[in-house]
T-cell receptor, first 111, second 115 residues
Framework: AQSVSQHNHHVILSEAASLELGCNYSYGGTVNLFWYVQYPGQHLQLLLK??????LVKGIKGFEAEFIKSKFSFNLRKPSVQWSDTAEYFC?????????FGDGTTLTVKP | EAQVTQNPRYLITVTGKKLTVTCSQN?????MSWYRQDPGLGLRQIYYSMNVEVTDKGDVPEGYKVSRKEKRNFPLILESPSPNQTSLYFC??????????????FGPGTRLTVL
């Protein structure tokens, strides 16, 4: 069965710390990969996506992710987090009409 | 403004009373989908639609129905709601992308409580 797993359910960092959120997927064949963010009280919105090409993709607000095919991973990174990055982060995989989301990681950034 | 709208935003109902949550998008997207979000479980796909009159089951379709008679609308129907359907529901849409899934645009969510 298709699945997406996120390694950390709750991460607490101080401002300026570096961030890495792990994501592994289990899907047959080629899939498209996404990271979405849900700020408190707001809609889910896209941070970045990977379809093909350069495995290092850059998204909004200084986020980036690296697709490693051999590890079935798509980890999210940010060199220096800000208090405004406090949110819930979801990794997702999609193939055709089916989309599978991870359980989410709640990031709390302390000022 | 390009957006996905859902109504109602909040709903408290009782077991067995049929309800419909509407979803509408103004971006001319072919693809629409419904999800439920539960603590610790992330988003789980209920149903999706690749185009008008084309719908298919997601991972948790039991107890739900959908229809796609028009491109812009994709209502979610609970014929006989039960307490285990208490959840936060999201509708999403995306442009057609052939074989692979595209990025999705999400609505604001509908918080449903079934007593």
């Amino acid at each position: 069965a298709q699945s997406v797993s996120q390694h950390n359910h709750h991460v607490i960092l101080s401002e300026a710390a570096s961030l890495e959120l792990g994501c592994n997927y289990s899907y047959g064949g080629t899939v498209n990969l996404f990271w979405y963010v849900q700020y408190p009280g707001q809609h889910l919105q896209l941070l970045l996506k990977y379809f093909s090409g350069d495995p290092l993709v850059k998204g909004i607000k200084g986020f980036e992710a690296e697709f490693i095919k051999s590890k079935f991973s798509f980890n999210l990174r940010k060199p220096s987090v800000q208090w405004s990055d406090t949110a819930e982060y979801f990794c997702a995989a999609a193939k055709g009409g089916k989309s599978t989301f991870g359980d989410g990681t709640t990031l709390t950034v302390k000022p | 403004e390009a957006q996905v709208t859902q109504n109602p935003r909040y709903l408290i109902t009782v077991t067995g009373k049929k309800l419909t949550v509407t979803c509408s998008q103004n971006m001319n997207h072919e693809y629409m989908s419904w999800y439920r979000q539960d603590p610790g479980l992330g988003l789980r796909q209920i149903y999706y639609s690749m185009n008008v009159e084309v719908t298919d089951k997601g991972d948790v379709p039991e107890g739900y129905k959908v229809s796609r008679k028009e491109k812009r609308n994709f209502p979610l129907i609970l014929e006989s709601p039960s307490p285990n359907q208490t959840s936060l529901y999201f509708c999403a849409s995306s442009p057609a992308s052939g074989t692979w899934g595209n990025e999705q645009f999400f609505g604001p969510g509908t918080r449903l409580t079934v007593l």
